[in-house]
């Protein structure tokens, strides 16, 4: 009896293992890939783990010629097709939302075996079952500590229909048959035969994602992540191990009903691994529940055992307390120690993408945070009169053009559905003109455009000082105004101050400092702008808020809209405008002649360019593809007057060309830091870029190492040829 129940607890403990492994590493896939073709990713990652077992019936087969092998017929086939459909769903799930999610949503399997045995008559379906049933969901439910992770109703419903998939899977293979058929499926020929039918019935999925146009393979073949394609392998093979153990031991021993049982006893101690490891806090209530879950398991296989002739079948026994307990630690060491090797060998991998991800999101909810008094504002938000935009950015520098959309990104998240546009001069007149605001409704909110233009940089009559009056005007109607994240900067410190107590004169003569700051905001995304801004506007709210267009990520790099699909080693994007501080440097020849000069950068290739549109950069952008725009996080409804999706399909396609961005840009190198793509800046006349990003990613640790965001600084284009070079031999691309 020892020996019995030791082979059944190491064919528990090996069932769970392979789960783990694939699925850690499944997910680890889905994660590291581009959103942008999930569902190419899903049916590829799907059929390469069906494809192991179909392999193994090859093999099988041939070796076999002049004797019996597996044998392939309709049940079969049917069954391979429960087999990777559950497969192709469960993977669907993961892409879709958290592994643990899935495991959880997935522990409602008992349910469904059990109403097919029950209508098949293999089991009395009564009060008992039902109970054993609701205390496991219950306590599989309790066992989980409260994610914060994103999920999606997408996610859930795959994961449910894959349940209905594995219950007629396993009930099939342990019924199908007769127990004494030679053809039984519970053998390792039934299960290469499964998997065989199991690949065949992917014909159909595979045809109709080719015509419905999910079909871009081009950067799963093409890839050069070594991480990524030790993913696929190690989760195909771990898949096709955990189902031979699944359909070939634990469903020889047991029925699917006591099979489902243990699925979710397995399932819990997967689930709580995931969260160990993601480092999520547990609670007493959690680890109890999680411990009667799994004891529960253990204990129903022995209560649900098969009804045959009226007579309850005796082969199936209880596993002892000893190896029960003894069994659930060790497989909690050997899975967590699974997780922790390999995330140690994964740097710079998931743990970096997943601290990316954090930094934005961080960013995010600091920029939501410092206005949220204003934006979440009933008496603004629900106001009649829509939010007004004032000169969004419509001309051919994409960096404005991002500030915009990001404005748009803000506007809609925080609800504000209903906005309209006037234009003072960067609008380029696609929108009526502001004039004096006798044609906008009192009330409501009205928004400045921000940027890097509040001074006498750029335009100062035009811009700076007609923003100043507006806001006068603006009040007059009884609208709030907020002029979004600005840099400040004056050459003329005279012009500054004058400016400063002109401005500050008017308002003063119009209201007190208490209505003037609770009608006036000001944001600056610098530290030294919100200084000056706060000593020289006292009778305005100034605040810190991070850049705009960091509201618009993540994004994901995608070579999709790209003529060519070769990378050069370096794109450098330079400005040639007075901000410039690289303009004697910003020929080819001259940029040929630095790289040249290094033994270490020697003969590396690189493009020149600036902003699509500012340059002829039409050789990047192929217009006759026919794709939608980025796949963002939030995509704003109401994009105005601009085709925004135009703009990041051609910027997306001039950076895919490269391996790695050197920039002069502030916003060259945010939507590097965006796309997560490797990038080098060195800074322009008054240092905005450090600066402005200094401000964004202060606001979280997870932003803090530069080896994870894929960025550097450098003082000087040499310098920062040198730094790229280096990120080139590290494979940073």
Known sequence: MGMTELCKFLSFFFWALFTYISHFFAKHYFSNNSTNFVTENVIFLTSLQVGCGAVLFLIMKITRRHGSGPVLDYKVVLLGACHSYGMMMTNSSMSQTTASLTHLVKMSEPFYTTTIMAMMGKINFNIKIILIMTIMLFTAIGSEPISESRSSMVGIFFALASNLCYALRNTGTKYFYPEDSSKSKTTLEGFSAISFGGLLSLLPVWIAAYFLGFNNYSHILSNTNVQLNYFLIISSLSHALYNIVSLTIILSFFNPVQHAMLNVGKRTSIVLVFYIFSQRSFTMLNCISAVTCLLVSIVSVKVMTTKKGGHSITKTTQIGWKYSVAGILVLLFSLSSISLTASNYQTGGPSARDNWLQCIEDI????????????????????????????????????DNMIAYGELVLMERMGFMNHTECNIIQSLGRSKGCDNFTHVPDGGLAWWHGGGNWGDVWNRETITLRRMRTFIQLVKKGKTVIGMPQSFHYQNKSIETGDAAEWMGAIAAEANSEQSKAKMVLTW???????????????????????IAFMIGPLEETDIWSIKKEKVDLMFLLRIDKESKNKGNRHVDKLREMIDNNDETRGLSFELVDWPGMAPQEKFFNETVDAPGPNFKYKVLDEGKFDYQRMFKRSIAMFASGKVI???RLHSSILSFLLHKPH?????????IRKTREVAFEVSEKCGDREEMKYDEAVSLAEAILKATRMLKEKKF
């Open 662 to 664: 050197i920039t002069d």
């Open 525 to 547: 995304r610098q530290y030294e702008s919100v200084e000056k801004g706060a000593l020289l506007y006292p009778l305005l709210d100034n605040r810190l808020v991070p850049d």
């Open 680 to 688: 080098v800046y060195v800074d322009q006349m008054y240092g905005k």
């Open 364 to 399: 995010q909810q600091n920029i939501i945070s410092k206005l949220s008094d204003h934006l979440t504002n009933p008496s603004l938000l629900h106001h009649p009169s829509p939010l007004l935009l004032i000169d969004p950015a419509y001309q051919s520098n994409m960096g």
